[in-house]
Nanobody
Framework: QVQLVESGGGLVQPGGSLRLSCAASGSIISIRTMGWYRQAPGKQRELVATISSSGSTNYADSVKGRFTISRDNAKNTEYLQMNSLKPEDTAVYYC?????????????????WGQGTQVTVSP
């Protein structure tokens, strides 16, 4: 079994900062791309940022220059540093990871999601 556990969400004023964490646990062989997505009320889930196993990053235009994604491969953990937060960043943030496991001696890779953490940006 694989679990992704998120932490770090909360309420912050416009212009403030938050740091989200997502730790993967279980019988993990390796982790490929990790990412963050968000879903605001009444809207579809959208990509925020991704990071490859080698550290290459990709960001949505709406967060470029304000958010930074990073990962600690030794800890199977990814982070999202969010600065200069705006009310439109308010959403539930989900982490995602492509994880390789080998439960019965046969390896396969699948995508896993965290439970989501609420980020609210409001005066």
């Amino acid at each position: 079994q694989v679990q992704l556990v998120e932490s770090g969400g909360g309420l912050v004023q416009p212009g403030g900062s938050l740091r989200l964490s997502c730790a993967a646990s279980g019988s993990i062989i390796s982790i490929r791309t990790m990412g963050w997505y968000r879903q605001a009320p009444g809207k579809q889930r959208e990509l925020v940022a991704t990071i490859s196993s080698s550290g290459s990053t990709n960001y949505a235009d709406s967060v470029k220059g304000r958010f930074t994604i990073s990962r600690d491969n030794a800890k199977n953990t990814e982070y999202l540093q969010m600065n200069s937060l705006k009310p439109e960043d308010t959403a539930v943030y989900y982490c995602n990871a492509e994880i390789t496991i080998s439960p019965h001696g046969i390896s396969y890779t699948a995508g896993y999601w965290g439970q989501g953490t609420q980020v609210t940006v409001s005066p």
